[in-house]
C-alpha cells in the first residue's frame, strides 16, 4: 500500500545519499516532498511591450534574430547581446554578467526571457533567460528554496516524480461542506496546481485553499489538544482566599486594572480540577512578575510546591532576590537551583526540594534535570517562555504530577493573532502599564554626536540617575561581542575617571561574577552598566533611567524595544539614546520607529511590515509555526475562520465516524500530540 508517508527512498531515482540530501531541506517523506511548495513564481504571461511603461519587469516570449554576442569590458564585467523577434517587433536584449549564458543561446532559437524594460532604448535588460533546451519542460516558473545539497532543478524533477507515483492516494482532507462553503478545490488538485500551475487564476485557487487547509488542520490539531488537555484531571489548587487577600494588601504598590484580571483568570484556573495551560501575554515592564507572585503564593497556600524557570542564571538570581523581598514573613522557603551550585549544595537543594521543605524553586533549567525530583509540584511558571526550547517547556509540565502551568513573554505579537495561534493555551494579556509611569524619551544620535550623548549621560549621573550602556552586537560571534564591550568599558572607565563607577557584563563572564556586579549595579554601587544583550531579557533595576545603545542599527525592532524596557519601570523619566549612522533604509526605519513609539505592540506592527510575517513570526522565538502558505498576518481572516471551523468540527457529535472523513480522522490521530511548538 502506497502512502504518503512512505519515506522518499520509495520514488524512482532516490537513493539514500539523496534522501540525506532532502533531509536538510527537512523532508523525509512522500508527503512532505509534496507539500514543499515553491517559494515564488516567475510569471511567464507574456507582456504586451507596447504598452509597458519605463523600468516596469516584463515577460516576453520569441524567437533570436541575431547571433547573440559577448562583449567584455571594464574590470571582469561583461555583456551578452542579441535580438529577439516579439510578435512582429524587434527589441534587443542585454544580460549583464552572466556570460554563461552564451552556450545555453543560439540564433533560431524559442527563447523566454524575463527582465526589465527600458523605453528609451527599447530594450530588455535580461534578469531570466528560459530556452527550451535548457529546461527540457515546461511546468517552469515554480521556484523552490533549494540549497547547496539539493538544486533547483533537482526538485522540481522530484516533486514531478512524487506527484506521478502517489497522486492516486493523495486523500482530500478537508470536510466536503467546508469545501462547499469556500469553494475550495480537491487536495490533489491543489497539489498539482501549487507545483505546476496551468495559470494565474488557479494558482491563486490553490493558494486559497492550501491557505484555508494548513491554517485549518493546524486549529484542529491545537483545539483536539486543548479539548485533550482539559480533561486531563490536574491538581485543584484549594488556596485560602482570605489570606490570598491579605498578602496582596502586602504589595507595595496598587495592581492595575489589567493585572487584577489576569490574577482572577489564573485564581480561576489553579482552582479548578484541570491543568491550566496559560500564556500570560505583557508588553516590558507591565508587570508580570508580580502576578506570577500571587499565582505562587495561592499554590504555596494551599499546600503544593511552585517552581519559577528563567532562562538565563542573572535573571533567575534577581527573581530570587526580589521574590525573597516579597515573601518576607510568609511560609514561602525558596530555592535557588543554578548550574553554578557546588556538587553539595545542589545535594542539599535537591533534598529539600524533594522532601517538600522547600517550596518555591527558582532556576534556570536546572529545574527540569533528572536529578530533581519535587514532593508535589502544583504550579510551574516559566518566564521569557520564547527563551527556551519546546522539549524543556515540555520537560517542566511532565515534572510532578501534572502542574498547572504559567508561560510568561513579552514578545508583543497582535492579540488577535496571539489568541489564534496559541489555540491550545488559554491567553491572558496584560495591555496596561503601571500608573505614574513615563513614557520613555527616545533620541537618536549620530556617532558624531557622542560627546553630546556622553556629556548627557554625565549630567544625568550628577543628578543620581543609573546607566545601562549597550555595546555593539556583532552577529554570530561572541567573542567580539565580549570585545567590544570591554572596549568600551575602558573608554567609559576612563571618560568618568574618578566620578563614577562603571562596571561590565558580559556572556562570558562566570555566573558569580556576573550576580556580584548584578547586585552592585542593583545597591548603586555602579552607576554604570556597560553590557551585551546578557541584560536584554527582564533585567529589572527602577533605579536605571538610561538607556544607551551604540550602533543601535544593527539590533532588530523587537531587540531594541526589549532593551529600552530595561528603563522606565520607576516613576523618574527615564531616556532611550540610539547612537547609530545606519547603513541602509531600513536601519533608519527601525531608528524612526523607536524614536515615534514606546507601545510594543506598534513596534511589533512596524516590525512586520518592514520584515514580513515571515521572519518575524517564522523564527522559533515567536513560537508560531512556520506556515508554508499562509500568512498568519496577511491572512488572519481565513485563520480566524479555520479556527471557528475546527472547533465547529471538533463539537460535532460523531464526526469522526463518518467515512468522508476518515482521512482526517487518520490525520489528527497522527499529529494530534505535536504542539504548534514543533
Ligand atoms: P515585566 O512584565 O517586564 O516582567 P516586571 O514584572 O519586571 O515587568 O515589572 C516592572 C517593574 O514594575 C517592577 O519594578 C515592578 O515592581 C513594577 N510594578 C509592577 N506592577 C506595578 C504596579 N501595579 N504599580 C507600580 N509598579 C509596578
Ligand atoms: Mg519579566
Redesign the pocket.
Known amino acids: 500500500m502506497k502512502s504518503l508517508q512512505d519515506p522518499v527512498t520509495k520514488l524512482k531515482g532516490v537513493g539514500p545519499k539523496m534522501a540525506a540530501n532532502l533531509a536538510t531541506l527537512d523532508i523525509q517523506t512522500v508527503g512532505d516532498l509534496l507539500t514543499y511548495y515553491p517559494a515564488r513564481y516567475d510569471d511567464f504571461a507574456p507582456t504586451d511591450l507596447t504598452t509597458a511603461k519605463d523600468k516596469q519587469k516584463v515577460t516576453v516570449a520569441g524567437t533570436v534574430m541575431s547571433e547573440p554576442i559577448l562583449s567584455r569590458f571594464g574590470y571582469r564585467r561583461n555583456r551578452l547581446s542579441f535580438r529577439v523577434l516579439v510578435d512582429r517587433n524587434v527589441v534587443m536584449v542585454s544580460f549583464f554578467n552572466q556570460p554563461y549564458l552564451k552556450k545555453q543561446v543560439a540564433l533560431n532559437d524559442e527563447v523566454t526571457i524575463l527582465g526589465k524594460w527600458e523605453a528609451a532604448r527599447q530594450q530588455i535588460l535580461g534578469t531570466k533567460l528560459v530556452t527550451k533546451a535548457a529546461e527540457g519542460n515546461d511546468e517552469l516558473g515554480a521556484i523552490y528554496p533549494a540549497n547547496k545539497h539539493v538544486r533547483q532543478s533537482a526538485l522540481r524533477k522530484l516533486v514531478k516524480v512524487a506527484f506521478q507515483q502517489y497522486q492516486d492516494v493523495i486523500a482530500t482532507l478537508l470536510p466536503i461542506k467546508l469545501r462547499r462553503r469556500y469553494q475550495l478545490m480537491e487536495r490533489r488538485d491543489m497539489i498539482r496546481e501549487l507545483h505546476f500551475p496551468h495559470d494565474t487564476s488557479t494558482l491563486k485557487a490553490a493558494r486559497r485553499t492550501g491557505t484555508y487547509e494548513e491554517f485549518f488542520l493546524f486549529q484542529l490539531r491545537l483545539q483536539a489538544t486543548k479539548l485533550a488537555n482539559e480533561q486531563v484531571a490536574g491538581n485543584r489548587i484549594l488556596y485560602h482566599n482570605d489570606e490570598l487577600k491579605a498578602f496582596i494588601k502586602t504589595i507595595s ?4 486594572k489589567a ?1 487584577k484580571r489576569v490574577v482572577n483568570e489564573i485564581c480561576r484556573d489553579l482552582r479548578r480540577p484541570f491543568e491550566m495551560n496559560r500564556l500570560l501575554q ?9 502576578v506570577a507572585a500571587i499565582a505562587i503564593y495561592a499554590t504555596i497556600n494551599a499546600g503544593y510546591q511552585a517552581a519559577l524557570m528563567a532562562p538565563t542564571e542573572i535573571l533567575a538570581a534577581q527573581h530570587a532576590a526580589k521574590l525573597a523581598k516579597i515573601f518576607t514573613g510568609t511560609p514561602v522557603y525558596i530555592g535557588l537551583l543554578t548550574g553554578s551550585l557546588k556538587p553539595k549544595q545542589h545535594r542539599q537543594l535537591a533534598a529539600g526540594i524533594k522532601d517538600g521543605s522547600i517550596n518555591l524553586i527558582i532556576g534556570t533549567h536546572a529545574l527540569i534535570s533528572d536529578s530533581i525530583e519535587y514532593a508535589n509540584l502544583g504550579l510551574a511558571v516559566i ?1 521569557e517562555q520564547h527563551r527556551f526550547g519546546v522539549h524543556q517547556r515540555q520537560l517542566l509540565r511532565e515534572k510532578g504530577n501534572r502542574p498547572d502551568v504559567l508561560a ?1 513573554t ?1 514578545t508583543p505579537i497582535p492579540r488577535t493573532l496571539a489568541i489564534t495561534t496559541y489555540g491550545e493555551m488559554d491567553v491572558s494579556v ?1 495591555d496596561q502599564l ?3 509611569r513615563k513614557p520613555i524619551i527616545t533620541r537618536w544620535l549620530r556617532n558624531n554626536q557622542e560627546p553630546t550623548a556622553l556629556q548627557f549621560l554625565e549630567e544625568q549621573l550628577a543628578a543620581g540617575a543609573q546607566a545601562y550602556v549597550v555595546s555593539p552586537l556583532i552577529e554570530e560571534s561572541e567573542s567580539l561581542d565580549v570585545k567590544n564591550a570591554e572596549k568600551l568599558h575602558e573608554k567609559l572607565a576612563k571618560y568618568f575617571a574618578k566620578q563614577y563607577t562603571v562596571g561590565l557584563l558580559h556572556g562570558r563572564l562566570d555566573d558569580d561574577e556576573k550576580q556580584r556586579v548584578m547586585k552592585q549595579f542593583q545597591d548603586g554601587d555602579i552607576q554604570v552598566l556597560v553590557a551585551t544583550t546578557v541584560i536584554e531579557v ?1 533585567v ?1 533595576n ?1 533605579n536605571a533611567t538610561i538607556m544607551m545603545i551604540y550602533d543601535a542599527d544593527r539590533f532588530g525592532l523587537a531587540q531594541l524595544h526589549q532593551l529600552r ?1 530595561r528603563v522606565g ?2 516613576d523618574r523619566q527615564s531616556y532611550c539614546i540610539l547612537i547609530a549612522d545606519p547603513k541602509n533604509d531600513e536601519g533608519a526605519e527601525r531608528m524612526s520607529t523607536m524614536v515615534a513609539t514606546t507601545d510594543g505592540f506598534e513596534v511589533a506592527q512596524r516590525d512586520l511590515e518592514l520584515r514580513g510575517s515571515g521572519n518575524v513570526l517564522g523564527n522559533k522565538q515567536s513560537g508560531i509555526p512556520d506556515f508554508k502558505i499562509g500568512d498568519p498576518v496577511g491572512d488572519l481572516k481565513i485563520l480566524q475562520l479555520a479556527r471557528a471551523d475546527a472547533e465547529d468540527l471538533l463539537r460535532t457529535p460523531g464526526w469522526d465516524q463518518r467515512d468522508e472523513n476518515q482521512p482526517l480522522v487518520l490525520y489528527l490521530r497522527r499529529h494530534q500530540l505535536e504542539t504548534h511548538f514543533d
Do not use: C, H, N, Y
Not at 504598590?253 to 492595575?256: G, N, R, W
Open positions: 504598590f496598587e495592581l492595575t493585572q505583557g508588553d516590558v515592564g507591565s508587570g508580570k512578575t508580580i518566564d510568561m513579552a496584560i503601571p500608573a505614574g527582564g529589572d527602577p524596557g519601570r520607576g
